[in-house]
């Protein structure tokens, strides 16, 4: 099985879709069963973006990127937001693969496929939107892209991709959705530099208004040649698309209360459960909704970085995995809201869960000679990370832990931890949200019990942004992620590839080569039933490794507007769809008038 696991002959064959695992549901659909056709044009969308921006060509990985450009670009092919990994056609209209030669793949242009200026899409623009990245793109990106071989226009609309390997079910899904530039608008640009303007786009939106590090602007495209296309129908449906800066997820919500922006995606528990009592909330014209989806709950940690010596240490990581206390905090700060995560994948069929079955341990077993007797337990075992009393002093998981320690060779004086060579350690812990603090200050609390000292360092976003690029940290928080179909972003997080690639997001540093067989298996499965063992084994190895402590999540998303959005009545299964969302125009009166009388009251 491969892209073309439906076609039982072995010749090649060219379809209206790339399907990784599974068999495709709407290649024939006239549009997608999660969008309102009928669905009204006009209004706007706006929500909140934190920090600044300065740059619009997002793929160079220079600057700080702009929020909402994804809308000016459209890709050769959109992914399924029903199915885990189908896409169907956007700028081609169809691929050629070879359901036994997954070496290459030939895509074919929609002839009407063109350039916000009118200009057409050509097979050229193809093939330079991917030289140019694999040359100058970010190093994440060109990890996430490193199976290319070559990239190359056969003609006006088709263009041919070869691979390295021949068995990378992924890769031209992959490519299918990356975003294609203009070559001849970047004639005169460089494509390694920062871009104070967006680049020519083919997609549902243009660049309309820049108000420098306040807010960004786009506007639909009436002439967008793609819009009748299936899945396009009933999908960007907003006249305006603004993004509003804040320093900060609370002055952020200042605003949204305030009528600044009307979309907002709520992340911290207390907020939600108790923020939520201004006027118009109380009124019923701001709504709050809990939108759930199948798709793994992205995985929050604390990363530590093991390119440190003190980090590199397994058994010093797996005592501080004891110090965090997560019963604590959901009883005290979250208000029972979130779940403590037991996976990378939670949340998902694709979640370890119990011990290794049988199919896992034939590919686990031959590779355990690699690991360490703490890695082999851990991956053996039926995993659960600590769990304390919830009464905030946490004091058997820190014996533990101080029995950890001492057993590796640390020493206590003076009620100080001293590392092998007899210093006091300590450890500098680096966030860009103050809003963070009092969730990290509890952990850095049991971690003094343990007599290490911490220094909790809150720098602005632009030296966050730099030193996270340099891996310039001892620990940090991170949100990582998943979707239903992992693949080549698994050596983007976690490969010894990307450890020492400055810009990539293997935040922790791991280099470990059981990790790099199992990712390379998993890009590599035929199948799902493969697909989800491999994951399984990634899973456990990457928790017995503890690079990491996974921290917590929520399954579902908090979604608070005012009320003047509407959505399809069959939602997506892996995604909230916000592309499908329309204006109510009668509601959208409501909300200006409502907010027009708060503004004159205020006066």
Do not use: C
């Not at 892209?3 to 879709?17: C, E, G, I």
């Not at 070559?183 to 104070?196: E, G, L």
């Not at 509407?566 to 969302?581: C, F, R, T, V």
């Amino acid at each position: 099985m491969g892209l073309a696991s439906s076609v039982a002959t072995a010749v090649p064959v060219r379809q209206n879709y790339i399907s990784a695992h599974e068999k495709p549901l709407y290649q024939n659909a006239p549009y997608m069963p999660y969008a309102n056709p009928d669905a009204p044009k006009g209004g706007v969308l706006s929500m909140s973006a934190n920090g600044t921006f300065d740059n619009f060509q997002t793929l160079n990985g220079k600057g700080t990127a702009a929020d909402g450009t994804g809308s000016l670009y459209d890709t050769l092919m959109k992914r399924s937001l029903n199915e885990a990994a189908v896409n169907y056609p956007l700028l081609a209209s169809s691929v050629t693969v070879d359901p036994e030669d997954l070496s290459y793949a030939i895509f074919h242009l929609n002839p009407k496929a063109r350039f916000s200026n009118g200009t057409p899409v050509t097979a050229a623009d193809v093939a330079f939107s991917f030289n140019a990245l694999l040359k100058d793109g970010a190093p994440g990106l060109k990890v996430y892209l490193g199976d290319i071989k070559s990239v190359k226009a056969l003609n006006t609309l088709d263009v041919r991709f070869d691979y390295k390997s021949k068995d990378n079910s992924e890769i031209t899904s992959i490519v299918s959705e990356v975003p294609i530039y203009s070559q001849k608008d970047f004639s005169k640009k460089p494509y390694d530099r920062i871009m104070a303007t967006a680049p020519l786009g083919s997609g549902p939106y243009v660049l309309d208004r820049v108000d420098a590090g306040r807010s960004i602007t786009y506007k639909r495209n009436p002439n967008y040649w793609g819009q009748n296309l299936p899945v396009n129908r009933g999908r960007n449906n907003f006249d305006t698309i603004k993004y509003v800066y804040y320093r900060n997820l609370d002055i952020a919500f200042e605003g949204f209360k305030s009528g600044q922006f009307l979309y907002q995606t709520e992340y911290k528990a207390r907020t939600w459960s108790l923020s939520y009592d201004f006027p118009a909330a109380k009124s019923g014209i701001v709504r709050k909704q809990n939108i759930v989806t199948q798709n793994p709950v992205a995985t929050q940690m604390f990363v530590f970085n093991t390119r440190r010596p003190l980090f590199a240490d397994i058994r010093f990581r797996q005592a501080l995995t004891y110090a965090y206390d997560f019963e604590w905090l959901n009883k005290a700060l979250f208000f029972g809201q979130y779940q403590r995560l037991q996976s990378f994948f939670y949340n998902s069929d694709l979640a370890a869960t119990g011990k290794p079955s049988s199919d896992e341990l034939k590919i686990l077993q031959p590779l355990l000679g690699k690991l360490s007797p703490l890695e082999q337990q851990g991956i053996l075992q039926d995993w659960r990370y600590p769990v304390s009393d919830g009464s905030g002093y946490n004091r058997k998981n820190l014996l533990i832990a101080r029995q950890i320690l001492l057993s590796a060779g640390y020493r206590y004086k003076d009620g100080n931890l001293l590392d092998k060579q007899g210093k006091p350690i300590q450890i500098d812990f680096m966030i860009s949200q103050d809003g963070l603090q009092r969730t990290i200050l509890p952990f850095i609390r049991n971690l003094k019990r343990l007599g290490v000292k911490v220094n909790l360092r809150l720098v602005d976003v632009p030296q966050y942004t730099e030193r996270m690029r340099r891996f310039d940290y001892d620990m940090t928080t991170q949100v990582i992620p998943q979707s239903n179909s992992p693949g080549n972003e698994q050596v983007q997080f976690w490969s010894s590839l990307a450890a020492d690639q400055q810009g990539n997001y293997n935040f922790a540093g791991i280099k470990n080569p059981v990790v790099d067989q199992l990712i390379d298996g998993l890009i590599k499965a035929p199948n799902r039933q493969v697909l989800q063992t491999y994951t399984h084994a990634l899973d456990r190895t990457l928790r017995a490794g503890y690079y990491v402590i996974p921290t917590y999540g929520k399954v579902g998303n908090w979604i608070a507007t005012w009320d003047m959005y509407e959505q399809p009545k069959n939602p997506a299964k892996y995604d909230i769809g916000l592309d499908y969302w329309w204006v109510n125009p009668k509601k959208a009166q409501r909300v200006n008038t409502y907010l027009s009388r708060q503004s004159k009251s205020a006066q």
